[in-house]
């Protein structure tokens, strides 16, 4: 019996030891990958290891997102003169970006080298794991040289209290003077004043880079189905609606069983930017509230609590229980509301206006709309009649220096980020190498662009990854380059809504972003914020009751809240307001 | 010994009699069976057809209208994916082997009367518990200097004390006649451990290999914190920032650039499928070792 | 026929610990003697060897970094975590402060009881079917696909679940064709009645499969020659579960009970962060989940989550103790 169990246990043994052995044959090299004493030795490594197997891939001709890394970055750079002066001596610099494996190995990035001498070690982050990391990097003083993050005014306290600890390399004014791009930054840009601490300053921002006449709001608003409200009658000339006529139109649409879900929302803005986005009470950045100053009394107020705030909420309540607000919207967790409208089972969502290229030509593609135009922007007025921009941070992320980084280096760096934003280096972040990718030209965009034009969707094939140097230099989504040729449509749609906000008509206004309050560190506003956290749920719960009395629920719950709110708008009045 | 079959025989054939017991707990299984295949079918399902036919048969669809294979080609052309598999596979492997060999000499130990054997057992239990933290955590390992490498992935995990636990209480369970018969022919305690527990804990040993493959398969929280370099990602961190992304860019509004490309439904699932087939294909392997029983025969002779 | 009930008596039941081999709990009340401790200590020297590289990762990984605990009472500074200054409990008081943290411990204790009283006994159950099911190959196949949803995550499952029990889903419509008046207020995804058994129920759907495996590794464990002596007894399947498949099974259900009580404060983070929705917050908000809103958008000092997983663990470890306690009290093999 017993070598009945042994010769099994044998078998079994065999078993695993032949499942190692495959793998072992597989990929023993890795394992070797032994700890290093510098930290960019390892990087490198790491680096030229990612590229090996890109280089051989297949030559692919698939279109699709993934465009080929392989063609043309590898071989061809033109500029081969030795590096300028003041340059002689490589750097390397750790930084942390998302998407680290497609950065930092294609013709871009060796144009930088050879320019800058100059090498980025590229760590990976994902949105699932930046906060966590950063901090655990500054807790454990194990940054990369460049941290780069999504800084936002409810953690600027963590910010402010590990810059005043020392964990960041300070900028000055000196650092500044001989840089023309990064010094008309510093003079104009109104977050660097709240980027300070203590009067120093430790973080640079990437501005958003907006145009001037949408003082930082970015394009919000809903998109729609023009041809549905078309097929019902009820289309208005230039996208304008009322609130009231915007919410038949809704209803019509469903009543004409042309959609299965009248608006749905990505889940950040669920439900609000069904009415309380787009309206009065006030949401600050797309929080779902903030504090904001009484004009009466001068002193600040929670906004929840305020008369125009329950109308919204009513309003929203309303439009939830009588469908047209898609009801599984609660339920909804990534892109769900992007599949519904290109599937053509929804009328209208939120906040697509930089993306209708793509989506439109998705939604062409698998026979949802015939032409771009059957879906684009509404302008649509809030219940208090008047039409609504958000203000947000004039920056979209932030780049601190580590405390242990080399002068040199930081030189180097802040030497590449004035570059990046003159138009030699726009053109290159955007498009490549010059002579390769493209050319001046005398046309209206002013060059011409090299790369194979898909005539189908009227868009240039890039041969280069969708990353460029993201972080630590500002975001274009506002003074994107267009290329002579290709579609203009969401660019095209954005200024229009655009020229009509300042126009006036409808009435406009814009809520504005306060950097105050926003990146005020106090004990209660570091623990409870604005309770944007709990306003959220709590809206969301009580939209989902049928027959409640909304307004006096909602009531009850920020009578209740008060206690707490009271402690914190204290800390504002008091350390705001003297 | 030889295992007399004809004792058994006798039994099954009474048995064999499909009575109303049989047709009633064949049917609760069969419907079970049926409430997880379905599920899983639609997983299969997205991976192969377009979202947008998808989305208009919402959750109703039994064989996909059109089938298209883009996104199995898009997830085999990333070359993360390949590195991946070989860094999990690495892991799984050495991981696995490493863990068991730790929890089946402890588990033995443990059965032992030695002094300081509660002792022992309550530090073991403890640590379960009660941890320092992330910060010491890190400082540790970058102190053993095992940041950014291989080893940290498996290295650290030891042993799960509960496994140890259970497989020590098990071990314990088995007839002491056994093990003394043994002793008395003058056999060592590892002697004892390879030949007389290990062969009759098979079932366990393969359960416990498996949990313990699937918990180094799927790890990829340490391979976030403490891996720099993507090429030694494992599979698990290659899909997360595939389908996790999502998930945490739509809670907040994020504008600006950073917004990453949208991964497609089809690419999600069929990233999922990829991930999970070479365990699932693993399973059967081991499950023979679970679903037959033993004899513990010996003990008469 | 003795013969085979003394084994019953010994192989059969791990229940009957204090009968069988060294209990780990035996003292010897016997004044000091060094020699004999001295001879026990080398007696059993191979014992220590084979526990040591256990013991030496296990202090190295979890132990050495225990010192920062700490942090659970200190503001953390990155001077370090020893000069960090002390906070006279405020992260626990933060913590308290929250409004909705008491019904998150609330929800967090119901839902694990609910776990433990329906979801607990049903992989036992499931494998003493499986094992009730004579034909070799759909014993095998039926179990293999019970453990398929184990290796799907709860983010992709939401998903399946909004497909199958939303607005359009198919249960729905089943429920439409029925009665169309059930399927026009449909609500269950946002009901937070119905919530908590939602959790429950799925985590069984997903997990029971998985779980029936160390079950049917104990019940493999038993020695056939007991079956066979019972077939020759003319016992009927009734008897046979009750007096040998579960003498057989039930150490492994008691240590498995243990750890599961001892894990209470764990409400299933994975599966409730992806499956709720605020309307059933009121039901279905756990202490982790709720930790992880408070602290993803306003940040957190590093001491604050150790701080909560302090309190959280101490009442594990002491929910555990008494769970050992009552187990050993029953006469079964305990943790210690």
């Not at chain 1, 439109?360 to 698998?366: C, G, Q, R």
Request: proline content about 5%; charged content about 20%.
């Amino acid at each position: 019996m017993i070598m009945r169990n042994a010769k099994r246990t044998l078998a079994f043994l065999l078993t695993v030891f032949l499942l190692a052995l495959t793998a072992a044959c597989g990929g023993t090299p890795a394992t070797t990958a032994a700890p290093e004493t510098t930290r960019a030795a390892e990087t490198t490594k790491a680096a030229e290891k990612t590229e090996a197997p890109e280089t051989d891939a297949p030559e692919t001709d698939a279109p699709e997102t993934d465009a080929p890394e392989t063609d043309a970055p590898e071989t061809d750079a033109p500029e081969t003169e030795a590096p300028a002066a003041g340059y002689e001596t490589p750097i390397r610099v750790s930084m942390n970006v998302m998407d680290a494996e497609k950065n930092g190995i294609d013709a871009r990035a060796e144009f930088v080298e050879e320019k800058f001498n100059l090498t980025f070690d590229y760590l990976p982050v994902s949105w699932g794991d930046w906060n966590e990391k950063i901090r655990t990097w500054i807790n454990t003083g194990d940054t990369p040289d460049l941290i780069w993050w999504d800084l936002k005014g409810a953690t600027a306290w963590e910010y402010q209290s590990w810059a005043r600890q020392g964990a960041f390399t300070a900028f000055s004014d000196e650092d500044f003077a001989n840089r023309p791009q990064l010094q008309e930054i510093y003079e104009t840009a109104e977050s660097i004043d709240a980027l300070r601490v203590d009067g120093t300053l430790y973080a640079w921002p990437s501005l958003r880079d907006n145009p001037p006449e949408a003082q930082n709001c970015y394009t919000s608003n809903w998109c729609y189905r023009r041809d549905w409200a078309q097929e019902v009658g009820l289309y208005k000339e230039d996208d304008i609606y009322t609130f009231e006529e915007w919410e038949e139109l809704i209803a019509a649409v469903l009543d004409a069983g042309l959609a299965q879900a009248g608006l749905v929302m990505p889940p950040w803005g669920f439900p609000h930017a069904a009415v309380l986005f787009i309206s009065d009470p006030p949401a600050e950045g797309n929080e779902t509230c903030s504090y904001i100053i009484d004009p009466d009394t001068g002193k600040y107020i929670w906004p929840p609590a305020t008369d125009a705030y329950v109308a919204g909420v009513k309003k929203t309540y309303d439009m939830y229980q009588a469908g047209l607000i898609y009801r599984d919207n609660m339920s909804f967790k990534a892109s769900e509301n992007q599949d519904m409208i290109q599937a053509g089972q929804a009328f209208a969502t939120y906040n697509v206006t930089g993306s209708l290229n793509t989506w439109t030509a998705d939604m062409i593609k698998d026979g949802t709309i015939e032409k771009r135009e059957d879906f684009g922007p509404a302008i649509v007025s809030g219940i208090d009649g008047t039409w609504y921009m958000t203000q947000t941070e004039d920056y979209w992320t932030v780049t601190a220096l580590s405390k242990d980084i080399d002068p040199e280096a930081k030189n180097r760096v802040l030497d590449f980020w004035d570059w990046i934003i003159t138009d030699e280096g726009r053109m290159v972040r955007n498009f490549g190498i010059e002579g390769t990718d493209w050319n001046w030209a005398d046309n209206e965009q002013g060059f011409e662009l090299l790369w194979d034009f898909d005539e189908a969707t009227k868009d240039y094939i890039s041969p280069y990854a969708e990353t460029r140097f993201n972080e630590a230099t500002p975001a274009e989504n506002s003074r994107v380059i267009v290329p002579p040729g290709s579609v203009t449509y969401q660019y095209d749609e954005r200024d229009r809504v655009w020229a009509a906000f300042a126009s006036g008509t409808p009435k406009s206004a814009i809520k504005p972003f306060d950097y105050q309050v926003s990146f005020l560190s106090a004990e209660n506003k570091d623990q409870f914020g604005s309770f944007n956290v709990e306003a959220k749920a709590k809206l969301n719960e009580l939209i989902a009751q049928p027959d409640i009395d909304i307004e006096a629920e909602w009531r009850a719950w920020t009578d209740s809240m008060a206690p707490d709110v009271q402690k914190v708008l204290d800390e504002l009045n008091s350390l705001l307001i003297d | 010994m030889k295992k007399d079959n004809s004792l058994i025989r006798p039994q099954r054939s009474r048995l064999n009699r499909f009575g109303v017991v049989d047709i009633v707990l064949s049917a609760f299984l069969i419907l079970f069976g049926l409430m997880i295949l379905y599920p899983f079918w639609n997983v299969i399902l997205v991976s192969v057809t377009p979202t947008t036919i998808y989305a208009q048969h919402r959750g109703m669809m039994l064989w996909p209208p059109k089938i298209i294979w883009d996104a199995y080609k898009t997830t085999f052309r990333s070359s993360l994916i390949w590195s991946g598999y070989r860094n999990t596979i690495i892991i799984t492997v050495l991981g696995t082997a490493y863990n068991m060999a730790l929890t089946i000499l402890a588990a033995y130990a443990l059965t032992k009367d030695f002094i300081g054997n509660r002792v022992i057992r309550f530090l073991i239990i403890f640590p379960l518990y009660f941890s320092g933290g992330l910060i010491p955590y890190y400082l540790l390992i970058q102190d053993l200097k095992l940041i950014n490498t291989i080893w940290v992935l498996f290295l650290p995990t030891g042993v799960n004390i509960m496994y140890l636990l259970i497989i020590s209480n098990y071990f314990a369970s088995l007839p002491d006649a056994l093990e003394d018969s043994a002793r008395i022919d003058g056999a060592s305690d590892f002697r004892i451990l390879f030949q007389i527990i290990l062969p009759l804990s098979l079932p366990l040993l393969a359960t416990f290999t498996l949990y313990y493959a699937v918990e180094r398969w799927n790890e990829w929280y340490n391979a976030m914190l403490f891996v720099k370099s993507v090429s030694l990602w494992p599979l698990q961190n290659v899909l997360r920032t595939i389908i996790n992304d999502v998930t945490v860019m739509a809670s907040q509004n994020i504008p600006g650039q950073v917004r990453p490309d949208i991964a497609s439904d089809n690419i999600k699932m069929s990233s999922i499928i990829v991930s999970m087939l070479p365990m699932m294909m693993l399973y059967p392997f081991l499950q023979r070792y679970f679903l037959s029983g033993l004899t513990l025969g010996a003990v008469k002779e | 026929m003795a013969e085979i009930q003394q084994q019953l008596g010994t192989a059969m039941s791990p229940g009957g610990a204090a009968a069988i081999g060294p209990s780990p709990g035996r003292r010897s009340r016997e004044p000091l003697n060094w020699k004999r401790i001295g001879k026990r200590i080398w007696r059993y020297k191979w014992i220590y060897v084979m526990m040591l590289p256990t013991l030496l990762v296990i202090f190295i990984f979890r132990y050495i970094p225990m010192y920062g605990l700490q942090l659970a009472f200190k503001n953390y500074k990155l001077a370090g975590i020893a000069a960090s200054p002390w906070n006279d409990f405020a992260h626990f008081k933060r913590m308290l402060g929250y409004p909705g943290f008491m019904q998150a411990l609330q929800n967090t204790l119901i839902i694990s009881m609910m776990r433990i009283v329906i979801g607990f006994p049903f992989p036992i159950i499931l494998a003493l079917m499986i094992n009730e099911v004579r034909l070799r190959r759909s014993k095998r196949v039926l179990q293999t696909i019970y453990t398929f949803p184990h290796f799907l995550s709860w983010v992709l499952l939401a998903g399946i679940m909004l497909n199958m029990f939303g607005q359009a889903g198919i249960v729905r419509k089943v429920i439409e064709a029925i009665n169309p008046a059930w399927a026009a207020d449909w609500n269950l995804l946002y009901d937070a009645g119905a919530y908590r058994w939602m959790v429950v129920f799925s985590d069984m759907w997903k997990e029971a499969g998985w779980g029936t495996i160390i079950y049917l590794a104990a019940i493999a464990g038993i020695d056939e020659a007991l079956f066979e002596a019972a077939a020759i007894d003319g016992a009927g399947r009734g008897q046979r579960i009750r007096h040998i498949l579960l003498p057989g099974i039930i150490g492994m259900i008691a240590i498995q009970f243990v750890l599961r009580i001892g894990s209470m404060m764990e409400g299933g983070f994975d599966q409730i962060f992806n499956t709720y929705n605020e309307p059933v917050y009121r039901t279905g908000d756990i202490i982790d989940t709720f930790v992880y809103r408070m602290t993803f958008q306003r940040g957190a000092d590093m001491g604050f989550t150790t701080a909560v997983g302090l309190f959280k663990n101490v009442v594990n470890f002491a929910l555990l103790l008494m769970a050992n306690a009552i187990t050993r009290a029953l006469g079964q093999r305990t943790l210690w």
